[in-house]
């Protein structure tokens, strides 16, 4: 058995794990990034499942991600929430890290929403920000989809012109209008390997390229799900936002606190949103 019949094989076994312990399918997969996992408090009947219980999946190494996999409704809708990802990293290559997104994609959900916490690049953010990511740079050497393509699950060369559903993006801002909400961004988010942050030289060439916000995850899940035929909605919570010309010392204890301080903010959008879809 081959490297990629040995993940399909995987995939499957994870699916038909969860499809036999949950009656109602998802419409919506959910990610929660770093100091994004209260959101589940907000889900209705929820019912849960540590990632160490399901076939396959991978571990989270990162404290600040619970590690469980939620099933129940938001706003009406029939969400799969990921409490807690995987990062390139903690050394799992691209296609390990996104076996979830991949492992939900094969429920029949039909929408992804992702969330994370970044670091500003563009000067004109504020720290606690929200940005909607309209697309993406991806400086992560690996991509989910290299080698062998399983035609069943999306086509060889999947197109990312439009990565981020621009109807979505619509949506989102207009609720975010609606709700009077301040510090509201559109921009482009890029992927980096970490865990090293970024230099003040880096912070300069990922300005220069076009990136509004940095972190080191969300692209490769967003790869998979785009494979996967699905609409795909990004949320940044901007936690600091980064001057090369005056860099300070970024800690990951004030990144969390700043999330956290944050979440209420993006907990009151993501529940107006999912009322409008």
């Known amino acids: 058995m081959n490297e990629m019949e040995t993940y399909r094989r995987r995939v499957e076994e994870a699916a038909t794990f969860l499809t036999a312990r949950f009656r109602e399918r998802p419409e919506i997969i959910l990610i929660m990034g770093t100091g994004l996992g209260g959101l589940a408090a907000h889900l209705d009947n929820p019912q849960t499942i540590p990632y160490a219980e399901i076939p396959h999946f991978p571990r989270s190494t990162v404290t600040s991600h619970a590690g469980n996999l939620l099933f129940g409704t938001l706003g009406g809708k029939r969400v799969a929430a990921l409490q807690g990802r995987f990062h390139y990293y903690e050394g799992y290559s691209a296609r390990e ?74 949506r989102i801002m207009a609720c975010a209008a609606k709700l009077g909400l301040a510090n509201m961004e559109c921009g482009v988010y890029v992927a980096i390997p970490g865990p090293s942050l970024e230099t003040p030289a880096e912070t300069r060439y990922l300005r220069q390229i076009g990136a509004d916000a940095v972190g080191m995850s969300t692209v490769p899940e967003v790869i998979v799900a785009r494979h996967a035929g699905l609409k795909v909605l990004g949320v940044s919570v901007v936690s600091n936002v980064n001057d090369p010309d005056n860099q300070q010392p970024i800690l990951l204890e004030e990144i969390i606190a700043q999330t956290e301080q944050t979440a209420a903010r993006l907990v009151r959008l993501l529940l107006e949103f999912f009322k409008e879809l």
């Open 97 to 170: 890290l996104t076996f979830p997104v991949r492992v939900l994609s094969q429920l029949g959900a039909g929408m992804m929403l992702v969330s994370n916490a970044a670091g500003g690049l563009n000067p004109a953010y504020a720290p606690g920000s929200l940005m909607i990511l309209r697309d993406h740079i991806n400086l992560i050497p690996d991509n989910p989809l290299r080698g062998i393509n399983i035609d069943a699950w999306g086509p060889r060369f999947p197109d990312l012109s439009a990565a981020y559903d621009p109807e979505l993006i619509d």
